[in-house]
């Protein structure tokens, strides 16, 4: 757990793009119910901690995949996120979207996508990860190699680590469930009484409260 996970942690909470409610759980998109919902789009409204985060992707990609060519965004939640990683790195930007457009050219991806470029990924949230790996294959579709994918905060789940060794594809997050319920324990976000019901969630999330 290092010190930026930390602080993106706070941040989340501060804002609340991260809430924790074990008393009337949310409803993902997936169907999923949950005592814990995360709407990273909330991030875009606060400068500094827009700042904080892509400034940690722009680090990371330096560090990890120098030979970047290009940085994609995973529509629409991680658009923003991966225009401003992308200026900052004074890379191309394209993003891709879950199904192709009805209309005009039926684009999965886009922007100018050169073939056999180095592309690295930027997503807002990772479950399962099942729409992520769904773009990184659209990605490969137009013969350009992902090097990777960058998400701003996991839920830690098997299936999504399952899904990216599967897809063969590497994930990095800057924050995840594991360091925002130790952050939210020691703030007082949450108390004993609550762990008690996202343990029970955590256990078999796909079935809770159904």
């Not at 995973?74 to 991966?82: K, L, W």
Request: with cysteine; glycine share 4%; charged share 20%.
């Amino acid at each position: 757990m290092n010190d930026i996970s930390k602080q993106i942690a706070n941040s989340l909470l501060q804002i609340k793009a991260v809430k924790i409610n074990p008393h009337r759980y949310f409803v993902w998109a997936s169907g999923w119910n949950s005592p814990i919902y995360c709407d990273n789009r909330k991030i875009l409204s606060y400068p500094e901690i827009r700042k904080l985060i892509y400034t940690a992707f722009a680090e990371k990609i330096k560090k990890m995949y120098p030979d970047c060519e290009v940085i994609a965004g995973v529509a629409t939640g991680a658009i923003a996120h991966g225009v401003l990683v992308a200026e900052i790195l004074h890379k191309p930007f394209v993003y891709v979207r879950s199904a192709p457009k009805l209309h005009g050219m039926g684009n999965v991806i886009e922007g100018e996508l050169t073939e056999n470029s180095k592309v690295v990924v930027i997503e807002d949230l990772i479950s399962t990860g099942a729409s992520s790996i769904a773009a990184v294959e659209a990605i490969r579709n137009v013969n350009c190699e992902t090097l990777g994918m960058l998400a701003i905060f996991s839920y830690e789940f098997d299936a999504a680590t399952k899904n990216f060794e599967a897809a063969n594809c590497d994930l990095t997050t800057l924050c995840d469930y594991s360091t925002l319920l130790n952050e939210a324990i020691k703030s007082g976000y949450i108390n004993a009484e609550d762990m008690e019901t996202i343990n029970d969630w955590r256990k078999s999330p796909e079935t809770w409260k159904k």
